[in-house]
């Protein structure tokens, strides 16, 4: 089945900075790759998603980046703000159902 | 749409009691998801429905876990006798079908704790 990797498992930037968070999957039938926010006792929410067919995707200060050969996907934060921080969770889904990474705790210092 | 709708919000029980989680799809959607998350396990998949019909159990701990979609707009998962070690969130989510690349809207999740 499938198994997907997420580092780091923290990260601290500093407000304006970047950040950049890196997941792997195993299985090529994989071919939809979403990215969830968790807030503090709140649900996961959809933030920007990427399907198999396309290498990039951007929506305003977040980007997501796939590499099918490597079977890798990056979630981009330019101009970071204190209420990005959060929990982000990276998943993909093909023959399965959505597997979620292990999830990074992102802290945005003011 | 008030989106995914689960109960209780909280729930405290006592090692051994039954433990009833209930979630009300968003209208429309077809495949229904029951996830566990934990510190130490972070978002486990539990079960999905597709149609109402329960399509992979194999993330259910154990026989204590059962769930069960008797109509496409009601879930319920139920744990007896429940365990210290089922604390956790429950969160159910829905899509409009599971595959082709449909989002999952998750419900404000039943934070579980067993004394």
């Known amino acids: 089945g499938e198994n997907v990797e997420q580092h780091p498992s923290t990260l601290s930037v500093q407000e304006g900075d970047s950040a950049v968070i890196k997941c792997t999957y195993s299985?090529?039938?994989?071919?939809?790759f979403p990215w969830y926010k968790q807030e503090l006792g709140k649900r996961p929410q959809l933030i920007i998603d990427i399907r198999s067919n396309v290498g990039e995707k951007k929506d305003q200060r977040i980007a997501v980046t796939l590499n099918k050969t490597a079977k890798h996907f990056s979630l981009h934060i330019t101009e970071t703000q204190p209420e990005d921080s959060a929990v982000y969770f990276c998943?993909?889904?093909?023959?399965?159902?959505?597997?979620f990474g292990k999830g990074t705790r992102l802290s945005v210092i003011a | 749409d008030a989106g995914v709708i689960q109960s209780p919000r909280h729930e405290v029980t006592e090692m051994g009691q039954e433990v009833t989680l209930r979630c009300k799809p968003i209208?429309?959607?077809?495949?229904l998801f029951w996830y566990r998350q934990t510190m130490m396990r972070g978002l486990e998949l539990l079960i999905y429905?597709?149609?109402?019909?329960?399509?992979?159990d194999s993330g259910m701990p154990e026989d204590r876990f059962s769930a069960k979609m008797p109509n496409a707009s009601f879930s319920t998962l139920k744990i007896q006798p429940s365990e210290p070690r089922d604390s956790a969130v429950y969160f159910c989510a829905s899509s409009p079908r599971r595959g082709q690349g449909k989002t999952q809207y998750f419900g404000p999740g039943t934070r579980l704790l067993v004394l």
């Open positions: 299985d090529s039938a994989s071919n939809y």
């Open positions: 998943a993909a889904e093909g023959n399965t159902p959505l597997v």
């Open positions: 209208s429309g959607h077809n495949s």
């Open positions: 429905f597709n149609n109402n019909v329960p399509i992979d």
